[in-house]
């Protein structure tokens, strides 16, 4: 079954410490991965999308890496803007359907 | 140019009864796709349409229907709402396909009492 596994739930970060949050998948073929962040009451923004083990993209001071289980988006020197629910979701080979984790809340701390 | 917009934003039913909820995508975007969100189960897939065919279906009951427009514009209708469906519902749209990474709206909030 597909399906999608993010880590932290919740993450605090002083303002400019460095970390990283978690998403691992299972997908019978993986056609991309992607990144979004979510603001209370707001729909998900999109980030990035990944679709091969080995690629990378960067935005600002984001920075999100695939393998072929995992992937991470690393954030370099938070800010209290980056504060925000970060939601990784996989689109299988199969079908156009997203399978959405239940997301990272990260708050930095000024 | 114009986000993704949906109509109403927040809205109060009462168990039994229906709803219709509505999204227009952004200019030219033909893929509509439509989210559940909820804090213990995240955004659930519901449906997605393009040039007004259903091409995919997640795993919701029959109560949850939908359909597009020759516009693009969408609707999506939940019938004998139960307690269970208070939730976020979100509408995002796409040119091509929801691999060109969606632009969501900012969602319909319902609350079933």
């Known amino acids: 079954e597909d399906q999608v596994t993010q880590s932290p739930e919740a993450l605090r970060l002083q303002e400019g410490e460095s970390s990283s949050l978690n998403c691992s998948y299972t997908?019978?073929?993986?056609?991309?991965l992607f990144w979004y962040r979510q603001d209370p009451g707001k729909g998900p923004e999109f980030l990035f999308t990944?679709?091969?083990a080995g690629e990378e993209k960067e935005k600002e001071r984001l920075k999100a890496t695939l393998t072929k289980k995992e992937s991470f988006l690393h954030i370099t020197a938070p800010k209290p803007e980056d504060s925000a629910t970060y939601l990784c979701a996989v689109q299988a080979n199969t079908g156009n359907q997203f399978y959405f984790g239940t997301g990272t809340s990260l708050t930095v701390i000024p | 140019k114009a986000g993704v917009t949906q109509t109403p934003r927040y809205l109060i039913k009462t168990r039994g009864q229906q709803v219709t909820l509505s999204c227009s995508p952004i200019s030219g975007h033909r893929s509509v796709s439509w989210y559940q969100q909820t804090p213990g189960q995240g955004l659930q897939f519901l449906f997605e349409y393009f040039s007004e065919t259903q091409r995919n279906k997640g795993n919701f009951p029959g109560r949850f229907s939908g359909r597009q427009f020759s516009n693009s514009r969408s609707e999506m209708n939940v019938s004998t709402l139960e307690l269970g469906d208070s939730a976020l519902y979100l509408c995002a749209s796409s040119y091509q396909g929801a691999n060109y990474g969606y632009t969501f709206g900012s969602g319909t909030r319902l609350t079933v009492v």
């Open positions: 997908v019978s073929g993986l056609r991309g």
């Open positions: 990944l679709y091969s």
